[in-house]
C-alpha cells in the first residue's frame, strides 16, 4: 500500500515571500502521478498541480511548482511570491493506474498554510 | 466546468438513524468517490464506484454502504448513524482515460454531525 506523508501540519509565510511545503511517499510502483491539492477555508477542493512519475521536469503552474525527486520519493511545492488568497490547507496525493481503471487517490495529512499581511 | 454538488452542506441526524448523503455530477464521468476528512487524518476514502451498479470497498468501509443506480449519482449511507460519524464527507469524480490520470473533481462537502 502507498503512503503518503506531509510533516508539516502547519505553516505560515509573509505576503509575497516563497514558502516550501513538504511531502515525501512511499511506493514499489515505477508508473505513478503525484497531485497537490488545495482546500481554502469553507471552500472546494481544487487541483492546484500535478507531476507524472516518468517525466523528470518539474510541473510548474504559475506561481506553483514542485520539487520532484524520484529516487528519494520526494514530491514538494514551492509557492512563489504568496498571496493572501493562498491561505488553504494543501494536501498531496498519489495516484497509482489500477486494472481496473479508477485512479484511487491517497492523500497525505495536510498542511495548514497561512498567508500574513 | 466539472460540477459535483452535495445535497446537504450541513446535516444535524440523531444516533442510530439512518443517513443519506446524496452526490450528484454533471460531467459524465465514470468513476465516483466518497471520502471522510477528520482534523490530522486528512481525507480518507470510504467507498468509489468505477461504474454504474458498480462498488469497491476504500480503506474504511465499515458502517457505510453505497448506491449508485445512475451513472451521475452516487449516494452514501449511514445504516445507522454513530457518535464516530461525525465528520466532514467529501464526493468527487473523474473521468476513466486509458493511460492518463485523471483529475479527481470534488464537491463543497457535507459536514454530518450526529449527536
Known amino acids: 500500500a502507498q503512503t503518503v506523508t506531509q510533516s508539516q501540519p502547519e505553516m505560515s509565510v509573509q505576503e509575497a515571500e516563497t514558502v516550501t511545503l513538504s511531502c515525501t511517499y512511499d511506493t514499489s510502483e515505477s508508473n505513478y502521478y503525484l497531485f497537490w491539492y488545495k482546500q481554502p477555508p469553507s471552500r472546494q477542493m481544487i487541483l492546484v498541480i500535478r507531476q507524472e512519475a516518468y517525466k523528470q521536469q518539474n510541473a510548474t503552474e504559475n506561481r506553483f511548482s514542485v520539487n520532484f525527486q524520484k529516487a528519494a520519493k520526494s514530491f514538494s511545492l514551492k509557492i512563489s511570491d504568496s498571496q493572501l488568497g493562498d491561505t488553504a490547507m494543501y494536501f498531496c496525493a498519489f495516484m497509482k493506474p489500477n486494472g481496473a481503471g479508477s485512479y484511487q487517490l491517497t492523500f497525505g495529512k495536510g498542511t495548514k498554510l497561512s498567508v500574513i499581511p | 466546468d466539472v460540477k459535483v454538488t452535495q445535497s446537504s452542506r450541513y446535516l444535524v441526524k440523531r444516533t442510530g438513524e439512518k443517513v443519506f448523503l446524496e452526490c450528484v455530477q454533471d460531467?459524465?464521468?465514470?468513476?465516483m468517490f466518497w471520502y471522510r476528512q477528520d482534523p490530522g487524518l486528512g481525507l480518507r476514502l470510504i467507498y468509489f464506484?468505477?461504474?454504474?451498479?458498480?462498488?469497491e470497498k476504500g480503506d474504511i468501509p465499515e458502517g457505510y454502504s453505497v448506491s449508485r443506480e445512475k451513472k451521475e449519482r452516487f449516494s452514501l449511507i449511514l445504516e445507522s448513524a454513530s457518535t464516530n460519524q461525525t465528520s466532514m464527507y467529501l464526493c468527487?469524480?473523474?473521468?476513466?482515460?486509458?493511460?492518463?490520470?485523471?483529475?479527481?473533481?470534488f464537491g463543497p462537502g457535507t459536514r454530518l454531525t450526529v449527536l
Open positions: 460531467m459524465d464521468h465514470e468513476n
Open positions: 464506484s468505477y461504474d454504474v451498479k458498480m462498488k
Open positions: 468527487a469524480s473523474s473521468s476513466r482515460l486509458a493511460g492518463g490520470y485523471n483529475e479527481q473533481f
